[in-house]
């Protein structure tokens, strides 16, 4: 039996769905050297980061180029030393994708971005990670490939729009205990927005909230099955 890890895959890829932006790393088309620029971020239902750029900026000429990439999430505490808090770097090549699920995830997530993801010069591009190396203070550090941090999540893909349209419909009252008993916001007028298997976004106007499930499901019975019972929960 393999010794546990002091910072798991589901650890860091929850890190990464709760992330709104990142650092993201790409190499100057001119020289190579290597440029940072701040993102905003989403995940896709399997985990990998989801972005929406355009070709004016200097990181979408760089991809442009070389996909060779970086990307870094981080939770920095609010006080004390910055470097105390958790964070994960993925590693790996970006390409442009133009899949309606993705768009609708990484909407669901900005709801904001809106307003320019229909202009010409914008395109969602996602990373394919190779690995990630993930920090939560001293001791715990990791590299994890992208194989054990992303398991396959086909089944899950396949059922999330249906799921979203069953919830939203006939389990109004769930969600709106899941947004005031477990993320302390006003019940009321809230909606999921996505679901994948660690979690979902509820949305209400421009506010969004990230639920996060205990544990991961990758199937339909396990996701109607955890979703009643977070429910249950609420009422008790």
Do not use: C
């Amino acid at each position: 039996m393999s010794e546990r890890r002091s910072f798991t895959a589901g650890e860091a890829r929850n890190l990464l769905r709760r992330a709104r932006t990142g650092t993201l790393g790409t190499l100057s088309g001119d020289d190579g050297t290597p440029y940072a620029s701040l993102v905003n971020v989403a995940t896709d239902v399997r985990g990998y980061p989801v972005i929406l750029v355009s070709t004016l900026a200097w990181h979408t000429r760089n991809l442009l180029a070389d996909p060779r990439a970086s990307l870094m999430v981080a939770e920095i505490p609010e006080q004390g030393d910055a470097l105390t808090g958790p964070r994960v770097t993925l590693m790996g090549r970006f390409a442009r994708v133009a899949d309606e699920q993705v768009r609708r995830r990484y909407l669901a997530r900005h709801p904001a971005a809106a307003l320019y993801a229909e202009f010409g010069d914008f395109s969602f591009w996602r990373l394919e990670p190779d690995r990630a190396h993930a920090v939560a203070g001293f001791g715990r550090i990791e590299t994890i490939g992208a194989d054990e941090m992303f398991p396959s999540a086909d089944d899950m893909a396949a059922l999330e729009e249906s799921a979203i349209a069953h919830m939203n419909e006939d389990h109004d009252e769930a969600i709106q205990l899941y947004a005031g008993r477990f993320l302390g916001a006003t019940p009321g007028g809230w909606k999921i927005a996505a679901l994948d298997p660690d979690g979902a976004d509820l949305r209400r106007g421009e506010e969004v909230l990230r639920l996060s499930f205990p544990l991961p499901v990758y199937g339909a019975g396990d996701l109607r099955s955890l979703l009643a019972g977070l429910a249950a929960d609420a009422r008790k």
